[in-house]
């Protein structure tokens, strides 16, 4: 409790402020949102699927940003929730979409509390390659259990009823977007509150130094466990909104590859802040789509030159920088 | 006993290969606490490198094999100066991030400037047939491939414990700020342990090709392999990453022939259990 004190007084930041920084947010997510919706009606597949993607790199922040744990297995968590979500459907014939993303939520939150005790035994570099590890086993357990997901045809068969019996899921994918855009907006919301509690700010001092933070009586590997719950089920969010709305599950979503990418997404945008996330997220996917069309390899050489530059050059992101940039001038202009 | 002696050899190479390739990236990652990710990127330059001098200017095996470690570590000088000694000292996140880009622009130029082809690298005459014991015939490159290993492992106990330049890299392994303040260049051992270390991932790159073929993205598949290994093993020792390669290599050879169907299962299980129980590595020290 001292501790959370402390830290607010530090940062020195009234509460009101943060409560209309949160309104901000949100209404500068609905702007996007509206924005996209009107500007690429024919893309709302694409649109859709950043949505779901910036759920899982929201979930990243959570453990990389706010907790300083590198990982590069987070996809666990998305395709575990995009798996649970689709199996609910091809197999049990649950289609309520929200009783899926339910589906979704808890298998993430599951497969978080698993990693984390698994993760949570070592540091640094053996933690990253735990991590590692531990993603090629969910991509192996799920390319073995063929009956359960389909392998490497991925899982398909999945059927999800309308929204509240009112909304059906159409071919163009527009009750598929506004799903999205409101599960990214209850996400949004409830993340703020968990990284302004108390418990947020005990991980990020945890991520400062765990010691210390021993020393004070808080245990950081309880802290750590329950973010890694936390951010389990945010992922498994955004897995489950992929398995509604593109109706497959393919193997792709429990890979490295997709975990790297979640994690270049967020360093693009910055970590430890919820608005780098989203940012890196659009930006990196639009990017993608359009440079990746072309050709992939030079896409691959494009994020690698990226990447670079990023750490040479902007190592607090895209947002982060930014953000710097304008509260310099702020305070120049006071 | 067919299968097992076949299992035993094939393991023991592909154990010996993944141990001249890692033993690299050991060595500097204990040393210079950066976590490489761009180390398989040096190896399947070597390979590239061997392909095209062996097989496209046709000038056999060993000059394919020198060559390659020498332009690899000639590319690899610039890439250290420019990009490596900016992430020294820095947190690990930013270690990742660099040296994926820097995997991801190898992996894009490769196979910009070589096609997304496999390569070989045609063998010398010697190493192509194999030889009979008696009861069982061993392909003379797997020989081959075993005697780089243990050759590279004797070469690197004796540079490291009997000579100066040893004596000096220990040194800074251990203590980078005291070693500098008793008069040792760690700049140069760095640099010249960063040379051997890409120098040595060609060569294994190289004398390994026929286990880990060469194609663009190799940097990426094996990267992790390579990683593992030096985290199991622990870094900056080579005895930890002999063992690591051989216990990882036995069990992946086995879970390759014995059930097929589950890939890379059981490597990655056995990962998970050794790094539980030892989190510093099987021959990591408590700091």
New interface residues.
């Given amino acids: 409790m001292t501790l959370a004190v402390n830290t607010q007084t530090i940062l020195g930041r009234p509460r009101g402020g943060s409560f209309r920084r949160d309104l901000m947010g949100v209404a500068v997510i609905a702007v996007f949102a509206a924005a996209g919706y009107i500007l690429f009606p024919d893309n709302l597949a694409l649109l859709t699927r950043i949505l779901s993607v910036a759920l899982l790199v929201l979930a990243l922040d959570l453990v990389t940003g706010y907790c300083g744990v590198a990982t590069l297995g987070h996809a666990a968590f998305f395709g575990s929730g995009a798996y649970a979500a689709g199996i609910l459907s091809a197999h049990y014939g649950i289609n309520d979409p929200l009783l899926m993303t339910l589906g979704g939520i808890v298998a993430g939150a599951v497969a978080g509390l698993l990693c984390a005790v698994i993760m949570l035994r070592a540091h640094g570099l053996p933690q990253l390659v735990l991590s590692i590890a531990l993603i090629y086993l969910f991509h192996e357990l799920a390319n073995k259990a063929s009956s359960w997901t389909g392998g490497s045809d991925g899982l398909s068969g999945i059927m999800p009823d309308p929204v509240f019996g009112l909304y059906e899921f159409d071919l163009f994918g527009h009750t598929a977007y506004f799903f999205g855009v409101a599960l990214l907006l209850i996400a949004f919301v409830l993340l703020r509150l968990v990284v302004r509690s108390p418990f947020g700010m005990l991980c990020r001092g945890i991520k400062e130094d765990p010691l210390r933070i021993r020393a004070m009586g808080a245990s950081p590997n309880a802290a750590l466990a329950k973010m890694y719950v936390i951010s389990g089920a945010v992922a498994g969010t955004g897995g489950a909104l992929s398995a509604i709305s593109t109706q497959v599950v393919a193997l792709d979503a429990l890979s490295f590859t997709q975990s790297a990418e979640a994690l270049v997404m967020l360093v693009l945008g910055g970590t430890g802040s919820l608005f780098g996330a989203l940012a890196g997220t659009l930006i990196f996917m639009l990017f993608e789509d359009y440079v990746s069309a072309a050709n992939p390899f030079h896409w691959l050489t494009m994020v690698g030159a990226l990447l670079i530059a990023v750490v040479l050059f902007a190592p607090k992101g895209i947002y982060g920088t930014a953000a710097a940039y304008f509260t310099r001038r702020g305070e120049a202009n006071r | 006993m067919q299968t097992v002696f076949s299992i035993a050899i094939d393991a023991l190479a592909y154990g010996m290969v993944l141990f001249v390739i890692s033993i690299g990236l050991s060595v500097t ?1 204990g040393l210079m606490r950066v ?1 490489n990710l761009a180390h398989g990127a040096f190896a399947m330059i070597g390979g590239y490198i061997a392909s095209y001098v062996a097989r496209d200017l046709g000038l056999g095996y060993a000059l394919a094999v020198i060559a390659a470690v020498v332009i690899t570590i000639i590319i690899a000088i610039p890439i250290e100066r420019l ?1 490596y000694r ?2 020294y000292g820095q ?4 270690q ?3 040296t ?10 490769a ?2 400037a070589m096609g ?1 082809t496999l390569k070989t690298i045609p063998l010398a005459e010697p190493l192509r047939g194999s030889v009979d014991l008696g009861f069982r015939t061993i392909s003379i490159h797997r020989l081959f491939a075993i005697i780089c290993g243990l050759a590279v492992a004797l070469g690197l106990w004796f540079a490291i414990e009997k000579t100066s330049f040893g004596v000096k890299l220990r040194a800074s392994v251990d203590n980078a700020a005291m070693a500098a303040a008793l008069g040792v260049r760690t700049e140069i051992v760095y640099a010249i342990s960063f040379a051997v270390a890409v120098g040595l991932a060609a060569f294994g790159g190289v004398v390994g090709a026929e286990l880990l073929p060469v194609e ?1 993205y190799y940097a990426l598949r094996y990267m ?1 392999t390579f ?2 290994v ?3 093993g622990g ?1 900056g020792s080579i005895p930890g990453a002999l063992i690591a390669c051989l216990l990882l290599g036995a069990i992946d050879t086995t879970g390759r022939y014995l059930m097929p ?5 059981f490597f ?2 056995a ?2 259990a050794i ?2 129980v030892f ?3 099987l021959a990591g020290r408590i700091k």
């Fill in positions: 990652m976590v990009l900016r992430i947190p690990e996140l930013t990742v991030l660099m994926i880009g820097i995997t991801f622009c190898i992996i894009g130029i196979n910009y997304p663009p992790v990683l593992v030096v985290s199991v870094a169907e589950f890939g890379e299962f990655y299980l990962v998970i790094i539980c989190p510093r590595g």
